[in-house]
């Protein structure tokens, strides 16, 4: 048995048991397994024609977006010293070199960095306003999702629009929305936490790029895995909480996905008592920042 066979039933095994203990098994802590009987064939190694797959690989690696985001903070610092400072009142992100939207959905679409790779039609990246008040973050893609490349597009999307709404918040406003994996967990289950874990780096990178003001966590998964707590979604709602990104701190609040109202009506009071909260403290930082989602709600009836 070759080290190739060896390594796809470590995969399969270590997956198997994640699945059981819904998270990464104690047992399968290692990453990399070394086995001393593998096979070694010598194949003559072939005149190079391209970038050779690693390499690029590498540069689809959601690492390798976060290093691209710690070169550009340092870029930033540099140029922040020595360069004026940007106007109080521009809500447009700031410069942030090489890196943009483009280039993370090209890796997006490009990594193979976990099973979900395999089984999905299209990736989803995010949709949204470029200088967002607010960024949406939900679980994961559906069956509507995958088959369109769009978040949120399903049964579930159309009452998140609607929950957004009743508070000022619109995709094609103030809010950018995306989800913990980009791609389609089969059967819509939760993703696992190495799947989770593969999809950080581009959602890190999504959040530097845009600079959200506040962030919406839709449900268990994106709290907790936002947080990195394994606290339950029922005693994390409602409150206000903070995401840590490097030395800034996001105000953040978690409600209940959309997908749990359709299941559960019961939730939706509750829900709404969070969206409330939520836009108190909205209003209370920026007094006017529906203005553009109610100015394109005019236009739409007229």
Known sequence: ?????????????????????????PKFAEDDIVFD??????????VPQAEPMK????????SAAVSEIASQKKEETDTAETTETAPE???????????????????IDACHNCILANTR??????????????????????????KSGRPFVGKAGQLLDKMLAAIGLG??????IANIVKCRPPMNRTPMPDEAAACAGFLQAQIHLLKPQFILAMGRTAVQN?????????TLRGQWLEFQFGNEKI????????????????????????????????????????????????????
């Not at 048995?1 to 998270?23: H, R």
């Not at 936002?226 to 029922?234: A, K, R, V």
């Not at 509750?270 to 909205?282: C, G, M």
Request: charged share 25%; net charge negative; proline share 6%.
């Open 1 to 25: 048995m070759t080290s190739d066979e060896k390594n796809t039933i470590y995969d399969f095994l270590k997956t198997t048991s994640s699945w059981a203990y819904g998270y990464s098994s």
């Open 37 to 46: 009987d593998d096979v070694i064939e010598f194949v003559e190694a072939p």
């Open 55 to 62: 390499a690029q690989a590498d540069k689809a690696s959601p």
């Open 89 to 107: 009142n521009s809500d447009r992100p700031q410069a942030t070199g090489g890196i943009t939207l483009e280039t993370v959905k090209a890796k």
């Open 121 to 146: 039609t299209n990736t989803v990246p995010g949709e949204g306003v470029e200088a967002p008040y607010v960024m949406v973050i939900g679980e994961g893609p559906g069956e509507d999702e995958d």
């Open 171 to 176: 995709r094609n406003a103030n809010c950018y």
């Open 226 to 234: 936002l947080l990195h707590t394994n606290t339950g979604i029922n």
């Open 251 to 302: 105000p953040l609040m978690a409600t209940f996905h959309p997908s749990a109202l359709l299941r559960d009506e019961r939730l939706k009071a509750p829900a709404w008592q969070d969206l409330k909260k939520f836009r108190e403290k909205l209003l209370a930082t920026k007094p006017d920042y529906a203005e553009i989602f109610y100015s394109q709600q005019n236009a739409s009836r007229q």
